[in-house]
């Protein structure tokens, strides 16, 4: 049984987290103003969709929704856009993916991750896209930042950031210890540098993609400090002389990491760090992302080999 809770992080905004913040269990929220409502990312399904709308009706009344950011392009922060009757918005880079989506028709997670309630996905272009930054405004002066850091979880990553109340909304940039950051899609190098900016804004309030809130910046370095870890093992090893990452990230001892959420994502990350290293263009696709998943969800399910 996944538990739903939404609470009141300032005086104006909201958060809205999903259980433990494992795969699919992802965080929304909304900044509440006189005239309107601003929603921060979808979710993955129709299920806790409905649940926050419910709860954020209690909260908001008749009050429309009139704009819903995506913070980037994976599933569980877009594919219920369609249960919103507001102006999209999202970076670039992310409409283009929905777009590609849209026409493949597809979820490729469907046989992957048989346990997640997929009911009523579905692939909607945003209305309108940002490249580095764009504000909206909330009862005409207070201010909403919607920056592009670059690439780092995604290619397509944005943060909202309302600086009156001091809140952050990180999306997938931040996933709150225990859960284990992810790398595979994005720049690890890009990742950290955009952890140590967030930590440098003039906020009290941390909303991150998965996993609980962050009322300090303790979460911010714990989750920079393992995609370090992450890049300084791939080095070790690669000075080993073992060239595939598969393969390294089994030689990997994770330590305290071995606790957290959704360790398998050490695969994902490994494959990013060595690719990177290699070389390889930040958020590249990389060629071997079957094999890579796959070997993520045999350790996943407790497979050794």
Known sequence: MIEYKLERVSDNAYAFIQGNGDWFLSNTGFIVGKDFVVVIDSLTSEKPTKVFKEEMRKIIGDKPVKYLIN?????????????????????????????????????????????????????????????????????????????????????????????????????????????????????????????????????????PGHGGIAYDRKPLYEARDYLIFVRDEARKLMKRGIE????????????????????????????????????????SPLKDMERIIMEMMKLRQGKTS
């Open 71 to 207: 913070t980037h392009e994976h599933g569980d922060h877009i594919w219920t856009n369609h249960l919103f009757n507001a102006t999209t918005i999202s970076h670039k880079n992310c409409r283009r993916t929905t777009i590609e989506g849209m026409k493949s028709g597809v979820n490729p997670y469907e046989h992957i991750f048989k346990e997640v309630d997929f009911t009523g996905w579905k692939y909607t272009p945003q209305d309108v896209t940002v490249e580095s930054e764009m504000s909206l405004w909330v009862d005409k002066d207070k201010e909403i930042k919607i920056i592009h850091p670059g690439f780092a979880h995604t290619r397509s990553d944005l943060f909202i950031y309302f600086p009156d109340e001091k809140v952050v909304f990180t999306g997938d940039l931040l996933f709150s210890p225990p859960c284990t950051p992810f790398a595979l899609m994005g720049y690890l190098q890009g990742y950290i540098k955009t952890l140590e900016d967030l930590a440098s804004l003039d906020a009290d309030v941390y909303i």
């Open 244 to 283: 595939d990452p598969v393969v390294a990230s089994k030689e990997v001892s994770l330590g305290k990491y071995d606790s957290w959420l959704s360790k398998e994502r050490i695969v994902g990350n490994m494959a990013r760090a060595y690719s990177e290293l290699k070389g390889g263009l930040p958020a």
